[in-house]
């Protein structure tokens, strides 16, 4: 597609419910980042996929937080029995190897 | 300390004035410099990249990296409320292929 493009825009849970993230890169980009952005702050890194091999997870803030890129294109990040510190943008942003990132307009969690 | 450091703001100037947003990092490894624009509910969209010290222009944005202070700046001359935005920096050391460490970023209003 034109732009990274993610899923939902909005989501609202309530605590404890399980959440799922989609983001669809760019076609043939091969690396995949997640980020979470907190109101008022500057994007914080979750993990990082190169094709379908997820080479850094060290941003994840817990064990409820995982993602997953299983065809080496669209990845999913998912919340399990998510809490309200969770509330936040979670972007998702592809690249080429030479360049910088293209960032989608991310995914607005509310838990309530 | 966090690695880098950018002043939020808010940053108010007339019509056409010459904007100046600068970052403070801490990490000497960093090798990769950028910055991104992020207006209200979107993700962040890049202005400038740049490799290692110097200065790299483009259109009426000027970006400079200055590694011996660990200072980064950009320059937006003629602004326009067009401009007005959240402006982020952010670097790593691997391009590509690594995460980004972002500053908090500096709310810009340019009024007409």
């Known amino acids: 597609g034109a732009g990274v493009s993610q899923s939902p825009r909005y989501k609202v849970a309530k605590r404890g419910q399980d959440v799922a993230l989609r983001c669809d890169p760019i076609s043939g980009h091969v690396s995949l980042f997640w980020y979470q952005q907190a109101l008022g702050q500057g994007p914080e890194f979750l993990t990082y996929?190169?094709?379908?091999?997820?080479?850094?997870k060290s941003g994840l803030p817990s064990d409820r937080f995982f993602a997953e890129r299983p065809e080496g294109s669209v990845s999913t990040l998912k919340i399990q029995r998510t809490q309200q510190e969770d509330s936040a943008v979670y972007l998702c942003?592809?690249?080429?190897?030479?360049?910088?990132?293209?960032f989608g307009s991310g995914t607005r969690l509310t838990v309530v | 300390q966090k690695e880098v450091e950018q002043d939020p703001g808010p940053l108010s100037v007339p019509e056409g004035a010459i904007v100046s947003l600068n970052c403070t990092y801490s990490n000497s490894a960093f090798q990769y410099f950028m910055w991104y624009r992020q207006y209200s509910r979107k993700g962040p969209e890049l202005l400038m990249y740049t490799y290692s010290s110097g200065n790299k222009e483009d259109g009426r944005f000027t970006a400079q990296v200055d590694k011996s202070s660990k200072y980064i700046s950009l320059f937006i001359r003629d602004s326009q409320p067009s401009d007005s935005a959240t402006y982020l920096c952010?670097?790593?050391?691997?391009?590509?292929?690594?995460?980004?460490?972002f500053g908090k970023g500096t709310k810009l209003s340019v009024k007409p």
């Open positions: 996929f190169q094709n379908e091999a997820q080479l850094d």
């Open positions: 952010a670097m790593n050391y691997g391009g590509s292929q690594g995460n980004l460490i």
């Open positions: 942003a592809s690249s080429l190897p030479q360049g910088g990132y293209t």
